[in-house]
């Protein structure tokens, strides 16, 4: 049987193709890895629900108000402005303080570039579908809702109902003392 033999190779030849097939290795590995993107991009927004009527004195009658708009306007926060794959959308969803929603509190999930009003041009001849479920179940619901819409599956489950139109524009979730309301625009 013969002996090993070790073979020594000219360093400088070598170093090119290592560096080469690492460089492979480490884009094939980040490829794979990478988070499945959606296909739109999604902003999160926070409607912090405030009484109009509740912050009139005296001084103040309800005509002097702000027109509605610019009252609901000045209550929207952004959240979160891109959300372009899964990963970005659970880094957010699992540190959410979902129990610290308080009542007519809202939190949207829209296109990006959409607007959570009627008046932004995206939503002018849309329609919302809303369900009522009992709050212990509401955050699952929410949830099971936002990935169908975020990962645009939720257009195929209903595609017998409403054909070729682009249904999958935002979510919504509301708290209520017993139940939850959830929302879907379309």
């Given at each position: 049987?013969?002996?090993?033999?070790?073979?020594?190779?000219?360093?400088?030849?070598?170093?090119?193709?290592?560096?080469?097939?690492?460089?492979?290795?480490?884009?094939?590995?980040?490829?794979?890895?990478?988070?499945?993107?959606?296909?739109?991009?999604?902003?999160?927004?926070?409607?912090?629900?405030?009484?109009?009527?509740?912050?009139?004195?005296f001084t103040t009658s309800i005509q002097n108000l702000p027109p509605l708009q610019q009252q609901y306007s000045s209550r929207l926060t952004v959240l979160y402005e891109d959300v372009a794959d899964i990963a970005t959308f659970y880094r957010i969803y699992n540190n959410y303080p979902w129990d610290r929603i308080r009542l007519r509190d809202t939190v949207h999930i829209f296109r990006k570039g959409v607007q959570p009003v009627w008046e932004d041009p995206e939503n002018m001849n849309g329609g919302c579908w809303t369900f009522r479920v009992p709050k212990v179940k509401g955050q699952e619901f929410f949830h099971e809702v936002v990935i169908l819409v975020m990962a645009n599956e939720l257009q195929a489950a209903i595609e017998s109902v409403a054909e070729n139109q682009d249904m999958n524009k935002s979510t919504t979730m509301s708290s209520a003392s017993a139940y939850q309301s959830d929302s879907i625009a379309t």
């Open positions: 049987m013969d002996r090993p033999i070790i073979q020594v190779n000219d360093y400088e030849q070598h170093q090119g193709a290592a560096s080469t097939t690492r460089k492979t290795l480490h884009q094939n590995l980040l490829v794979k890895l990478r988070p499945l993107p959606f296909q739109y991009h999604w902003t999160v927004w926070f409607d912090k629900h405030s009484d109009p009527l509740a912050h009139t004195t």
